[in-house]
């Protein structure tokens, strides 16, 4: 009977082992998707200046904006953005594309990059300096943000401590008494206090990224 209790418990972890491999996994790809949107909405005052740039030089909206898609230094994400921006606008025009793409990245960055984009189409006059004056105050609000990050990120570290440090006592209770283990996934109040302690966890880590959130 004894033999077969880690088999046993086993068996119970195991979903609570791929339950949690899968939320790692899944918070891995939600980092990723947002420095990528961080990176790109870093990039779009510059966009936004080369392509007023072309436009006072004589080109036509989507010349400039092929033109400005066209430099080396933007980011990945953003130069594969603008690559289908110009394929849907040779095929519907820039107005179209420009909205099809804020409809893609959904964010206030995006969607006033985008109406700019649909106003420099439809406008009779100069539009370069409204696209300068958009890409300053796109450029000071990302500096803003960037700011409010750095002064915060002694409050994130000081949460990030806090979150582990149960985590890491149940490790080392793991690691120092073997009973532990059979006791947390083989009797009603071991299971219990886990999924106590999960559950708290979870709210805690919902609770301080709350608080810590900078708001987009």
Known sequence: MLSTAPGAAGRRTGPGA?????????????????????ELEAALPDLLERVAAELRAGAAPLAAVR????????????????????????????????????????????????AALEVAVGAGGPVSP?????????????????????LSAQARLSAIVVGAAPVASLALSLLADRRVAPTLVATGRGRACLLTGVALEALAAAWMGRILRCDR
Not at 18 to 38: K, L, N
Not at 103 to 114: F, L, S, T
Not at 132 to 147: P, Q, S, T, V, Y
């Open 18 to 38: 791929a339950a949690v491999a899968g939320r790692v996994r899944q918070a891995a790809v939600s980092f990723g998707r947002h420095r990528r949107a961080v």
């Open 130 to 150: 409204a696209l300068d004056g958009l890409a300053a105050g796109l450029r000071d609000r990302h500096d803003a943000i960037a700011e409010v990050a750095a």
């Open 67 to 114: 033109e400005a898609a066209a430099g080396a230094d933007l980011p990945a994400v953003l130069r594969a953005d603008l690559d289908r921006l110009v394929a849907r606008a040779e095929r519907g025009g820039l107005g179209p594309a420009a909205a099809a793409w804020a409809k893609e990245r959904p964010g206030p960055v995006v969607a006033a990059v985008a």
